[in-house]
Each structure stands twice: as C-alpha cells, then as structure tokens.
C-alpha cells in the first residue's frame, strides 16, 4: 500500500531553532540580508525515513509556477550563484533545516516572498537512495 506523509515548514526567529514564528506573527516582516531559519520536516513516528529537500524555490505570489522566482535548492544543492545558503544539522534524520539571507525580486520591491519546497522520502537503510547519494 501506499503510506501518506504530513510535511510541516516552519520558520524560526533564529539559528538555534528554538522559537518558530506563530501563525499571528506572518507575514514575517525581515529585513534586507538578514537570515531565513526554516525547518522542514515529517511528521510521525516512522524512525527508518529520511528528509531529503529536494528543491525550494521563492516567488512573489503563492503560485509555485510563477514565471517570477528564485532557486534556493535545486535537485538537492545549493543555487550556485548563492553564496548565503548554509544547511545545519537537526540531529533528525526527518528534519531537514537551512537558511539564506533575504532578497527581495527587483520587479516587487516590497512583496511577501512565498516558500515553496519539494521533498523526496526515503528509507533511511536504502543506500540507493536519492537522500543517500547527496549532492548531485
């Protein structure tokens, strides 16, 4: 059969990943280069998965397809022409953390960015996995 999984992307005040932003508090309101903490990860109780961001990508509007956006993550790494990309560990194999420095699309100067992230699960002992072969 065919399991479903609950994703959760959360947004966090800092790099200890302590206090996440409430729902009260969006639109977050961020300046110019300072860091994004976001925390993506399953939910449940399954211990043999792993969290594998697959692409995150940012856009002025909630539509994933806009023709407006910004590569964050592409198949697993980091935009190359984005220096600000840090990864950090969770110590969980089903949480996956990073964070970047904040941009803003020159088209919308003062837009809400949207988030949008694809993920790939996998089984953790699965060393064919896409989560075990890393960058690529």
């Known amino acids: 059969g065919q399991d479903r999984f609950k994703y959760r992307i959360s947004l966090y005040h800092s790099g200890d990943y302590n206090t996440p932003y409430s729902q009260s508090e969006y639109p977050i309101q961020i300046e110019m280069e300072e860091r994004v903490y976001v925390e993506v990860a ?18 002025p509007s909630a539509n994933y397809k806009d023709s407006i956006s910004y590569d964050i993550i592409t198949r697993g790494c980091p935009n190359p022409s984005d220096d600000s990309l840090q990864f950090h560990d969770s110590g969980d194999f089903a949480v996956k953390r990073f964070s970047f420095a904040t941009f803003r699309f020159n088209e919308f100067p003062s837009a809400v960015i949207f988030l949008h992230c694809d993920m790939v699960l996998c089984n953790r002992d699965d060393a064919n996995s896409r989560c075990s072969k890393g960058f690529s």
């Not at 211990?47 to 995150?56: A, F, G, P, S």
């Open 42 to 59: 399953v939910e449940g109780k399954e211990t043999r998965l792993e969290n594998w961001i697959n692409n995150c990508r940012a856009t």
